[in-house]
């Protein structure tokens, strides 16, 4: 059984920076993609980015240009650096992973800017 596992969210000023960390066990062989979405009140769940084994990096419109997501050696975590934090970035922060086929989901982590 995959297990999903985020860590790294807090309190930030505007203009400040975070990194989020999402490990990810239980696979026997590579995952196909690992990425982050976030959701804030009231809002639907967007795509912040996402690393495939193919590609390059693919990052939501609203986040480009200030967050970079990365792989560890280990091939098993996922990094979030989330630079120049605006006020709208305030939302709980989900690392998403593809396994053979089937989506898993962290509990979340949630991140507030304060302005």
């Known amino acids: 059984q995959v297990q999903v596992v985020e860590s790294g969210g807090g309190l930030v000023q505007a203009g400040g920076s975070l990194r989020l960390s999402c490990a990810a066990s239980?696979?026997?062989?590579?995952?196909?993609?690992m990425g982050w979405y976030r959701q804030a009140p009231g809002k639907q769940q967007e795509l912040v980015g996402v690393?495939?084994?193919?590609?390059?990096?693919m990052y939501g419109d609203s986040v480009k240009d200030r967050f970079t997501i990365s792989r560890a050696n280990a091939m098993n975590t996922v990094y979030l650096q989330m630079n120049s934090l605006k006020p709208e970035d305030t939302a709980v922060y989900y690392c998403?992973?593809?396994?053979?086929?089937?989506?898993?989901w962290g509990q979340g982590t949630q991140v507030t800017v304060s302005s």
């Open positions: 998403n992973v593809v396994y053979a086929g089937t989506t898993y």
């Open positions: 239980g696979a026997s062989f590579r995952f196909n993609s």
């Open positions: 690393l495939t084994n193919v590609g390059n990096p």
